[in-house]
Every structure is written in structure tokens, then in C-alpha cells.
């Protein structure tokens, strides 16, 4: 980290290098304890509380009121007030012995820095370094302008004649600093386990697939569920390129995902199919982000995948099955033509269509005669053999871009998109002629009674000044049948206005 980061984090305040909350507390009952023994400590080498000058008292009852003070504060649960009135105090007392010894030999320095130190582990960095430049400052101005000269004599005897007792509290203090410190890096090196130990649980007990990714795109680490997914070992795959396991017609798009995650930090979920050991293809779906450190610089890349192999499977299942179904439900079960419901929808559109477009457009209706006395002599079997055979007929004489299905039971429907009148007799024809012709109808319909058809045709011009419905014009195509089965049936009719 360099200087300017380091002062813009220090005066952000920043409090990544505190101790924590919980931490704190666990370690003021050791301080207090220890401060309260050394304030013992000084009452009796100072010839106790009341043998003592009374300068030596007066410092004597203020270290008592305010050890009182804190640890009532520290009893009602306000840990950090506790601390700051504790190392304030503290530090108050040492800058009084400095003024005390003068532009002498200081060995009190010492305690106050070392204050200092402790500061940062009771309070936070911030205060500790604020105590330390205060406390640079305040001993430069003691020796600069020799305020102990403005003090009473007696206040000398805060320092008892000696520097005795400035050694044994720095000492003292350096010796609880290195506890603080073993005990603080103990704690943080234990959660340092705990973190690792959950994080690792994480990684490998997870069910998804988690891949760690390197700079260079190589693989930097993964979980068992990613090498299983791959069908590698773990071994097998850490120092490979990603794109390896990629299908080549998604490569670019890794690409563009790395780039997206070096300007963004994360990636929204997408899919991507991977290539496993033994050539097959699997589809995951990935949830991918850059890890980075506190100056934004790539560590790697995360990436967690949920196999979605077994859900396309059933997505397609179900798709196949919807579009089954659909058929199912538009399509006659005997002939496998459209049935009433979607026929007459796709007259309908091409209704629509020619009158948008002015194209002309016809409907076709196709009885089967003869049907009741062939299924009367020779059963409903041969009568749906009948019905199967006209279907057939019909479905092969239409244009690629007609419309076929049955209307009823014996009857059936074309819908001719732009068509003519004529071209419309000329297909009706053909399809009458084809099915008179037919294997069923010329030699494999057993009795004395074949079938034929009757055609009624009626069509739409599309012209201007012509609008008539779809089912106006479906009826015109059945009177055109009726006609034609009355004039003798096995013929083609169309339907002329007569008015």
C-alpha cells in the first residue's frame, strides 16, 4: 500500500486494522486488571495514600476516582467509553510527570508512547496514532519552552526522585503490549481457521460446481462436483485453460463474459455448455464474479454452475409432449387431416388474408356417397377404410400451401389460398378422378358398393366492392354439394349466383 493510499484510508477512517467489538471486551478485563494493580503498586512505593506529599495524593486519589469511574462504565456494558477515559487518563498522568522532570533526561517518554501502542489494540488505530502525535507535539512544547518552570515545586515529586518507576511501568507496559499482541494474533489466526475451515465446507459441500479461474484463464482450483461434472479428476484439470472445456461455438462468448467481468465485477446468470471427458454436452448455467483485493487489483475469477442437463432434457420432453398435444388436438384421429375446429381456423386467417391482400381465395366440400350402404354391407371397417383412403387422395392432390381437414363425418374441406374458380374446379376434378381411381375403390373394397365423391366449390374474388363472410362462403360451397349429389352424385359443382 503506498503512503497517499494509507493517509487516504487513515483519514476515511477506515477500520479494517481495528480489533473487534467482541475482541475488545474480551481483552479490557486483563488491562483493567493489570492497570489496577500497578495503580497499587504506585500507592505504596509513593509511601501509601495517606503518608504520601500531598501532590503524590492528589495524583493518588485521581488514578482511584477514575479506575472507580471505568469500571462502572465497563460494568454497564459501554466498553469503548470505558477504554477512552481509561488510556485518556492514563496518558494525562504520564504528560504531568514530563512537565514534571523538565528539559531533564525524560525516561517517562517511554510510558507515553507505549500508551500509544496500547491504544491500538483497546481503542482503534485512529486513536492510537491521534495519541501519538499528540503526544510528539506536547513533549516538543514541554522542552521548548520549559513549562515545568510555571508548575509548583511540589509537583516534582510526582516522579518520587528517581526513573525508577518510569522503567518499571514502561516495562510493564511492553511486556502486557507483547501479551495483547500474542493473544490478538492467537485470536485472528484462529479466525482465520474458522473462516477457512466454512469457506472450505462451503466449496466442497456445496452441490453446484465452483470453478476458480486465474488471470491467464487458467484453472486455479475447483470443487469435487466440478470435476465430476467434467468427468475429470481434480488433478486432471487445475492448470488447464478454461476454454479447453468449452464448446467451441461458444468460445467468443467466454471471451466477452471475462471481459464483461474485468469492467463490471459480476456477471448476471447465463447459460453455457461445457464438453465433458468423454466428448458428451452438458448445459449449466454459471453465476460468475471477479475477485479482487482492497487496491481493485484481479485475484481471480469465480465462477458457481448448476448442471441444467437434466432440466433441457425435460424442457424438450415437455415442448415435444406441448407440441404433441397441440397436434393432437387439431388433428382428426382416423385420418390424421386437420380437424372442424382447426380447419375452420385456418379458413379463417386465409379469409383474412385475401380480403387484406384483394387475392381471390375458394373452399372446397368433399362427401363421401355411398357411405351408409358400404358400411351397411360391408361393416364400418371398410367404411373407415373408405374414409382413410379419401383422406389420403386429398392430402396428396393439395398444394403445399392448401388446407385439408375433415368436416364431419363423411365430409371434408380444402381451403385454396389464391386460387380461382377455376383452378378450383380443375383441382376438384382431379381429386374426384384420383380417389374413383384409387387401389380401395377400383379392387379392395369388398361387396357390391363403391364409393364416390361429390365436390361442391365456391370462391371468394377478393375484388372491390365484394365482401361476403367465411361462413356465407361456406355455405355457397355446400349448396354447390347438395346440387352436385342431386344431379346424380360423383361430380363437381360450383356455386354461380343466380340472382
Request: charged share 25%.
Amino acid at each position: 500500500m503506498s503512503l497517499s493510499q494509507a493517509l487516504q484510508e487513515l483519514l476515511s477512517f477506515n477500520k479494517s486494522g481495528d480489533v473487534s467489538q467482541e475482541l475488545r471486551s474480551r481483552l479490557f478485563g486483563p488491562l483493567f486488571s493489570a492497570i489496577a494493580l500497578l495503580a497499587a503498586f504506585g500507592v505504596v512505593f509513593s509511601g501509601g495514600l495517606w503518608n504520601a506529599s500531598p501532590i503524590a495524593r492528589g495524583a493518588q486519589l485521581f488514578i482511584l476516582a477514575m479506575l472507580a469511574l471505568v469500571w462502572l462504565i465497563w460494568k454497564r456494558g459501554w466498553i469503548n467509553w470505558a477504554a477512552y477515559i481509561l488510556i485518556s487518563g492514563l496518558w494525562g498522568l504520564g504528560t504531568l510527570a514530563v512537565i514534571s522532570t523538565g528539559d531533564q533526561a525524560n525516561h517517562w517518554l517511554i510510558p507515553q508512547f507505549m500508551l500509544a501502542i496500547l491504544a491500538h489494540f483497546i481503542l482503534n488505530r485512529r486513536a492510537a496514532i491521534s495519541l501519538a502525535v499528540m503526544t510528539v507535539a506536547g513533549d516538543l512544547i514541554i522542552y521548548q519552552f520549559a513549562l515545568y518552570q510555571y508548575f509548583p515545586a511540589g509537583l516534582r515529586e510526582l516522579t518520587f526522585g528517581n526513573d525508577w518507576v518510569a522503567i518499571i511501568i514502561s516495562s510493564f507496559f511492553l511486556l502486557f503490549i507483547f501479551y495483547l499482541a500474542d493473544f490478538v494474533l492467537r485470536e485472528s489466526l484462529r479466525q482465520a481457521k474458522l473462516t477457512e475451515d466454512r469457506y472450505h465446507s462451503l466449496f466442497e459441500k456445496t452441490n453446484d460446481a465452483v470453478f476458480l479461474v486465474d488471470r491467464e484463464y487458467r484453472i486455479l482450483h475447483l470443487n469435487q462436483q466440478a470435476a465430476d461434472l467434467l468427468g475429470y479428476r481434480i488433478d486432471e484439470l487445475i492448470g488447464k485453460p478454461y476454454s479447453n472445456y468449452v464448446a467451441p461455438e461458444e468460445k467468443q462468448k467466454v471471451q466477452e463474459n471475462f471481459e464483461h467481468l474485468n469492467k463490471e465485477g459480476t456477471a448476471p446468470f447465463f447459460e453455457r455448455i461445457l464438453v465433458r471427458k468423454d466428448g458428451s454436452r452438458c448445459h449449466v448455467e454459471f453465476n460468475a464474479a471477479a475477485v479482487k483485493d482492497e487496491q481493485a487489483n484481479l485475484l481471480y475469477y469465480q465462477g458457481v454452475a448448476r448442471d441444467l442437463t437434466e432440466r433441457k432434457r425435460l424442457e424438450e420432453q415437455l415442448r415435444y409432449s406441448l407440441e404433441e398435444m397441440e397436434t393432437l388436438a387439431m388433428q382428426d384421429p382416423l385420418t390424421g387431416l386437420l380437424n372442424r375446429r382447426a380447419i375452420t381456423k385456418h379458413a379463417e386467417a386465409e379469409w383474412h388474408r385475401s380480403a387484406r391482400e384483394r387475392k381471390p381465395m375458394c373452399v372446397v366440400l368433399i362427401d363421401l356417397d355411398n357411405l351408409k350402404d358400404v358400411n351397411d354391407t360391408s361393416g364400418h371397417q371398410v367404411g373407415d377404410q373408405a374414409i382413410i383412403e379419401l383422406a389420403a387422395v386429398i392430402r396428396l392432390s393439395r398444394r403445399r400451401y392448401d388446407w385439408a381437414g375433415r368436416w364431419g363425418g363423411d365430409e371434408f374441406m380444402l381451403v385454396l389460398p389464391g386460387a380461382n374458380l377455376v383452378e378450383a374446379r380443375e383441382a376438384a376434378e382431379r381429386l374426384r378422378t384420383q380417389y374413383a381411381e384409387s387401389q380401395v375403390v377400383q379392387g379392395g373394397m369388398p361387396g357390391s358398393v363403391s364409393p364416390r365423391v361429390s365436390v361442391g366449390v365456391a370462391c371468394y374474388s377478393g375484388r372491390p366492392g365484394e365482401e361476403i363472410p367465411l361462413t356465407q362462403l361456406i355455405a355457397q360451397a355446400d349448396q354447390a354439394l347438395y346440387r352436385a349429389k342431386g344431379l346424380g352424385k360423383n361430380r363437381v359443382e360450383l356455386y354461380r349466383d343466380e340472382k
